[in-house]
């Protein structure tokens, strides 16, 4: 999840809560923290870029994890549409308009209203279980 | 996700958009659609059982995402905290309250704060991946 702040700096953190909440119109979910670095600009400017991870991504999901000041050193990402920032080599991409956050204790559950996006490089799915980064298995 | 009707029948289905929102208080959300057949009864009694499946589960996870009218035929749930639906060789179960509820277009997203449950039998995760059910692959 990024979002370009008020003063033209990329923020962001790796989601793992992302869900899909309708079809049409095309509408997604996710969870953060109230205490999140990345809140205050997504509080502020209600535009995010969704960046679909896949297995070749998994070192940019760590980054994206990592420490926030230190998210957007390298060329892992580039600006997109509204300068929302992108990452580099993701299965898919996402723009859209937050539409409603309701806040719970100290967390807030976002939907964001998808405008705009393209499919970027085929991968298999990253997955995240138990704090490691897993692959996805055989079919049942 | 299950939840007991104000007649006293059981209500669920197959969620794939759990996430959890809180370690403390314990939070998690779902989204559903408004003209789900479980929805009234969630919206009425505030109370839901949250199932988690694994892969010994997961024709239960086929029941709970076919025909509304047959999910509850069968043996594989028993009457829990509450008379509240639990299925029978889940991981883990948890009950709680609903705390918040926010429409979006045809759809809502749900919060539960979780006020009691346990943990099953011992499984594999159970994944749900373009319209199959899947295991868990490798760490990378």
Known sequence: MTALDEDGRPVGFTATSLASLAAVPPLAT???ALTSSSWP?????????????GQDDYLVARIMAGPNEQRFDGDHWEAGPGGLPLIVGAT???????VATTPVANNVMI???????????PDEPLLYHERSFRALGAEL
């Open 30 to 32: 996710f969870n953060m």
């Open 41 to 53: 600009t997504i509080d502020a400017t209600r535009r995010v870029a969704i960046n679909m991870l």
């Open 92 to 98: 898919a991409w996402m723009v859209g308009e937050v």
């Open 111 to 121: 939907a964001v209203q998808i405008d705009q996006g393209a499919l970027g490089d």
